[in-house]
């Protein structure tokens, strides 16, 4: 029911003078005339009689009274309840990421959003880049980060973090003891993999190739963390990002092997469906990580770990039309 009719109902009801309503309405009396005959037809009653110069409610009208002045009050809660959702202050955010950005990158900038916004309910998933790229294509995700590049070439990307991919192995491991090694000097070693749809292993492989480096003997594992303990515990090697090193580093659990000719660095992308619609709560976190402000309680290790920034103010928004 249009709400104008229902103000003006409700000020001739008031002043029951068809003149100080029109006045109050900022109308014209032939105005208010006009949309009370209308309400009247919708609602197929009379709202007023004429008693004598004067006009009374009719029983009817008495009743509409409380119904309408309840009816507008309800919306202006609809209109004040969605308007909110124009500030980042109130609504849903559905974050996805694959696993470096999501285990040992994210997390933090997370912890900053939620205490600026409490009211925000955050859904976060941590998955494989290809797992979290299809629920981008689902809509399961409102947005998701991830450190290869998406198959799906017509999905939105946008890089917004550094990140370097870098080799380790145990302190008690021999190799711990080089200043540097060469790609050859790793062939023989039994190397400690993601599984498969991993971007950082796709990337890895492809520039170990390059290298002419061999990777013969593998043992997969679907998380990081249960790598890095494999390989603490002096089994083998792996490459992981460095920003997932940097506490067994400092305490000098696991070591960064600095290969010959591997500088590995990637984007990490913030990946978006064309036609999501890009609601406040997702643009404020979005500002927040393009910002590069990092949380003040966050702790900074050694310069070698500097390289895992945030990524150039520069926008780059890469949009390709095509399918998978």
């Known amino acids: 029911m249009n709400p104008e009719l229902l103000k003006t109902f409700l000020a001739v009801s008031r002043h029951l003078n ?15 005339s006009r949309q009370i005959k209308q309400l009247e037809r919708r609602l197929g009653v009379p709202l007023f009689e004429k008693l004598g110069k004067s006009i009374g409610l009719t029983d009817a009208g008495r009743a509409f009274v409380s119904h309408a002045a309840d009816l507008l009050g309800q919306m202006d809660r609809i209109a004040e309840s969605v308007r909110a959702y124009r500030s980042p202050s109130l609504g849903r955010l559905r974050i996805g990421a694959s696993t470096t950005p999501g285990y040992f990158i994210l997390p933090p900038i997370l912890g900053e959003f939620h205490r600026e916004y409490p009211e925000v309910q955050l859904n976060y998933v941590v998955e494989n880049t290809l797992s979290i790229e299809q629920r981008i294509v689902r809509n399961e995700l409102d947005i998701a980060f991830v450190g290869g590049h ?8 946008e890089p917004v973090l550094d990140d370097n991919i870098v080799c380790f192995c145990g302190q008690s491991h021999p190799l711990s003891r080089r200043r540097r090694v060469s790609a050859a000097a790793l062939s023989d070693e039994l190397w400690v993999l993601r599984e498969r749809g991993s971007a950082t292993r796709q990337l890895f492989e492809k520039r170990w190739a390059a290298l002419d480096g061999e990777i013969r003997r593998t043992l997969e594992l679907p998380s990081p963390e249960g790598i890095k303990a494999l390989v603490g515990a002096g089994i083998g090697v792996s490459f992981i990002s460095v920003c997932a090193l940097q506490d067994e580093t400092s305490q000098r ?14 984007p990490i992308y913030a990946v978006r469906h064309p036609a999501k619609y890009e609601s406040p709560v997702m643009n404020a976190f979005l500002d927040r990580i393009r910002k590069g402000s990092a949380p003040a309680d966050r702790p900074r290790h050694t310069a070698e770990f500097l390289p895992c920034r945030r990524h150039s ?12």
């Open 150 to 157: 998406p198959v799906n070439t017509s999905l939105r990307i």
């Open 313 to 324: 103010r520069r926008r780059t928004t890469k949009e390709s039309s095509g399918t998978r």
């Open 18 to 32: 068809f003149t100080r309503a029109a006045e109050e309405r900022l109308l014209t009396q032939p105005a208010v």
């Open 253 to 266: 659990r696991l070591h960064k092997l600095a290969i010959d000719g591997l500088r590995l660095s990637r």
